[in-house]
């Protein structure tokens, strides 16, 4: 079964942009054990793929990352307080405050 995961048009703008603009080559989300929800999303840049990477287009993500967040939706958000990826991960049964972390 393939695993999916969404990004709106937004964050494709985005990662697009900044990615072309540097020496990161990839944008990278992987899920951590952490947070006040017991999982945390985090956002980095990469110049190379692992072995466990699966990409799509410049964002890539670890097989680990991609179970807990298949079927999400990427997106990214401006607003007053700043601007930030954002994941609607429809497998989060609870999310903290912050946004970045959940439970399953």
Same mark, same amino acid.
């Given at each position: !079964?393939?695993?999916?995961?969404?990004?709106?048009?937004?964050?494709?703008?985005?990662?697009?942009?900044?990615?072309?603009? @540097?020496?990161?080559?990839?944008?990278?989300?992987?899920?951590?054990? @952490?947070?006040?929800?017991?999982?945390?999303?985090?956002?980095?840049?990469?110049?190379?793929?692992?072995?466990? +990477?699966?990409?799509? +287009?410049?964002?890539?993500?670890?097989?680990?990352?991609?179970?807990?967040?298949?079927?999400?939706?990427?997106?990214?958000?401006?607003? !007053?307080? @700043?601007?930030?990826?954002?994941? +609607?991960?429809?497998?989060?049964?609870?999310?903290?405050?912050?946004?970045?972390?959940?439970?399953?």
């Amino acid at each position: !079964m393939e695993k999916k995961l969404e990004f709106t048009n937004r964050a494709k703008n985005q990662i697009e942009k900044i990615t072309k603009s @540097g020496a990161k080559k990839y944008f990278r989300i992987t899920v951590q054990g @952490g947070g006040c929800s017991g999982f945390k999303y985090n956002f980095s840049f990469d110049s190379k793929l692992e072995k466990n +990477d699966i990409l799509f +287009d410049q964002t890539i993500i670890d097989k680990f990352s991609l179970d807990i967040i298949a079927g999400s939706t990427v997106d990214f958000k401006r607003e !007053m307080i @700043g601007e930030s990826f954002v994941i +609607d991960n429809p497998k989060a049964s609870s999310s903290c405050g912050c946004g970045l972390s959940f439970s399953v």
